[in-house]
């Protein structure tokens, strides 16, 4: 009787897809939404608690409330998965982030929160107005907006160093492409968005 062969080992398109799978849950908009609003909220001011108990406050609102929102819609069948995946799931879950960011925008505004983190939850009501707009014809890569916003509001908060994390662009976008949840125009589309708000509305308003 032979001996029963080894398995053979993973093979590439197997390893880039679960890297590829990390990758997304890793850059998964909530995650950078959360760590970005609590990191823009420490340093406005100086590293200090009080800044970080408005980037805390701000983070509520611009991603937690949505997100919660998303896993119960998970959890009662009306939503495929965490990402959204299917298009035409897309407009009630956005629709809803954006009541709520514009609800936190309102409620730090009035309490008198530091002017970043006032731009960078005005930057994410502008974006999400678009891509509720865009989202009833087209599935843009959000993964990718938040991404290219995420990039260019660190390198606008914390110095042209920043600039080291562009390359996280290109592995966002390789993910999306490679688990075939968007084409390459939509991940284009999707970093040309982030970049653009992040650079009209964030950089002026803070």
Same mark, same amino acid.
């Given at each position: 009787?032979?001996?029963?062969?080894?398995?053979?080992?993973?093979?590439?398109?197997? %390893?880039?897809?679960?890297?590829?799978?990390?990758?997304?849950?890793?850059? &998964?908009?909530?995650?950078?939404?959360?760590? !970005?609003?609590?990191?823009?909220?420490?340093? +406005?001011?100086?590293?200090?608690?009080?800044?970080?108990?408005?980037?805390?406050?701000?983070?509520?609102?611009?991603?937690?409330?949505?997100?919660?929102?998303?896993?119960?819609?998970?959890? %009662?069948?009306?939503?495929?998965?965490?990402?959204?995946?299917?298009?035409?799931?897309?407009?009630?879950?956005?629709?809803?982030?954006?009541? +709520?960011?514009?609800?936190?925008?309102?409620?730090?505004?009035?309490?008198?929160?530091? %002017?970043?983190?006032?731009?960078?939850?005005?930057?994410?009501?502008?974006?999400?107005?678009?891509?509720?707009?865009?989202?009833?014809?087209?599935?843009?890569?959000?993964?990718?907006?938040?991404?290219?916003?995420?990039?260019?509001?660190?390198?606008?908060?914390?110095?042209?160093?920043?600039?080291?994390?562009?390359?996280?662009?290109?592995?966002?976008?390789?993910? %999306?492409?490679?688990?075939?949840?968007?084409?390459?125009?939509?991940?284009?589309?999707?970093?040309?968005?982030?970049?653009?708000?992040?650079?009209?509305?964030? &950089?002026? !308003?803070?």
């Amino acid at each position: 009787m032979e001996p029963q062969s080894r398995p053979a080992a993973a093979s590439p398109p197997g %390893r880039a897809l679960r890297l590829a799978r990390f990758v997304t849950e890793l850059t &998964a908009p909530a995650v950078l939404v959360s760590a !970005l609003t609590v990191a823009v909220g420490w340093h +406005s001011a100086r590293g200090g608690a009080h800044g970080l108990a408005w980037g805390l406050l701000a983070t509520l609102f611009v991603s937690g409330i949505p997100f919660a929102y998303i896993l119960g819609g998970v959890r %009662r069948g009306r939503l495929t998965d965490h990402h959204v995946g299917v298009r035409e799931q897309r407009r009630v879950p956005l629709l809803f982030g954006l009541c +709520s960011v514009a609800a936190g925008l309102a409620l730090l505004a009035v309490l008198g929160a530091p %002017r970043p983190v006032l731009a960078l939850a005005a930057a994410g009501l502008v974006g999400l107005v678009v891509a509720v707009a865009v989202s009833h014809w087209w599935k843009m890569s959000i993964h990718s907006a938040v991404a290219a916003g995420t990039v260019v509001v660190l390198v606008f908060t914390f110095g042209a160093g920043l600039l080291a994390t562009a390359p996280l662009l290109a592995l966002v976008g390789w993910s %999306r492409v490679r688990l075939r949840d968007h084409t390459v125009p939509q991940v284009v589309a999707g970093l040309a968005l982030g970049a653009l708000v992040a650079a009209l509305v964030f &950089a002026p !308003l803070r």
